[in-house]
Nanobody
Framework: QVQLEESGGGLVQAGGSLRLSCAAS????????TGWFRQDPGKEREFVGA????????YYADSVKGRFSISRDNAKNTVYLQMISLKPEDTAVYYCAASGKPYYSPISGYTNRAEYTYWGQGTQVTVSS
């Protein structure tokens, strides 16, 4: 059974930093592309960024480009989302997600939620002004 678990969320002032972690059991991140999404109440879940299964390429939403970065530790089977220069509009529940098929690149793109099979429960990030 696959489980993804996010951690590292919290309350931070604008301009601050946080690092989110996503640990997996039952799935090896080095074989699956992984994405980060976020959702504010009343809004759709939106793409934040992704890393391909090889780990050599990352992709970001324009709203976070230059401020957020994704990395992966294969030994710990954990994917990270480093967030700097946080803004109040970054406030949301952050989810990590992974593809169902190994060694697979999404046909419709990393931003498409439907390409992801496994999802974590989310971690709250609140940025105060």
């Amino acid at each position: 059974q696959v489980q993804l678990e996010e951690s590292g969320g919290g309350l931070v002032q604008a301009g601050g930093s946080l690092r989110l972690s996503c640990a997996a059991s039952g799935l090896t991140f080095s074989r699956h592309f992984t994405g980060w999404f976020r959702q504010d109440p009343g809004k759709e879940r939106e793409f934040v960024g992704a890393i391909n299964w090889r780990g050599g390429n990352t992709y970001y939403a324009d709203s976070v480009k230059g401020r957020f970065s994704i990395s992966r530790d294969n030994a710990k089977n954990t994917v990270y989302l480093q967030m700097i220069s946080l803004k109040p509009e970054d406030t949301a529940v952050y989810y990590c997600a992974a593809s169902g098929k190994p060694y697979y690149s999404p046909i419709s793109g990393y931003t498409n939620r439907a390409e992801y099979t496994y999802w974590g429960q989310g971690t709250q990030v609140t940025v105060s002004s």
